[in-house]
């Protein structure tokens, strides 16, 4: 295993990751960001982004990350394409393993996001990647003219359900509850579309579909109260039901909130070990945006600055 040094180590590539980089290099720290391997995070599976400050017109969430990326390594950040597997945080310098380099640093920031969640049947597992998707935007395209239905109330479920409105021939967006949770705006673009149809009060009891060729062919619902089930045909089921903080490999090291989010000290990016900070999603459930994220990242890099310097 080979060892690389530096002051300060930046774990994740989403906006709270490149931005914590970008001023940390600026700050003269050399900080070696290591990418995990789903480099960009979340916006990599996003289209438009029209509420980032600073562009007039929808840009491309992918695109915003490349941009991203392109400035971090203008500004000289050391980017390493590798996945933290086990940390030592017990005493400094701190210790990551990744897969076949250990990183030794003075401050570490973890940026590592979160992940879509699943609703944890058997038959969603066996029909992932043949008609199940947690990403509308990745996968939209394989249901051209196809019925698919979105699964969720919040933001995300809405944004699919419109989305699939270019490709699919009908979107049913099912919900637990009778009320979402998405904001206004797009709850009535949603309403008013031709498109979609919505199912209140109703979880997937089971996704339907064939073994040869595996294929999904509808699924099975379930009313919330009464119990009473109901059957749909279709082609493509879409989950959008939130997402899990990526802190696996560092929750037994850091203390974390009982959904497994990191917990800082109110106001900073401060966790409860000194030296280690943590930056977007992986600390907020609240406000999980991409300029949010950006915010906190900055406000890690800072926190480092005056950490090493004291
Ligand atoms: P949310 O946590 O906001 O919503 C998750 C939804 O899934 C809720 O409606 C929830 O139901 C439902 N749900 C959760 N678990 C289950 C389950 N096991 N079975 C059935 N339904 C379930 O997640 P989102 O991913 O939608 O959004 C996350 C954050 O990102 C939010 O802050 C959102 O505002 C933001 N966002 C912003 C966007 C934008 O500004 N363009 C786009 C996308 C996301 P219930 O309501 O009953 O809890």
Redesign the pocket.
Known sequence: MSLKKCKVLIIGSGPAGYTASIYAARAGLNPVQVTGFEQGGQLMVTTDVE?YPGFRQAIQGPWLMEEMKAQAEHVGVELVYDMIQSVDFSKRPFKCKGESTEYVADAVIIATGAKA?W?GLDSEKKFQGFGVSACATCDGFFFKGKRIAI???????V?EALYMTNHASHVTLI???NK??AEQVMQDKLFNHPKITVIWDH?VDEILGTDAPKSVTGLTLKHRETGVQQHLDMDGIFI????DPATSVFKDHLETDHEGYIVVRPGTTQTAIEGVFAAGDVQDKV???AVTAAGQGCMAALEVEKFLQE
């Open positions: 509420n969640r609703l699964i969720g109330g919040g933001n995300t479920a944004e919900h637990r509850r979402l949770r979880v959008a039901i939130g997402h406000y999980r945006q």
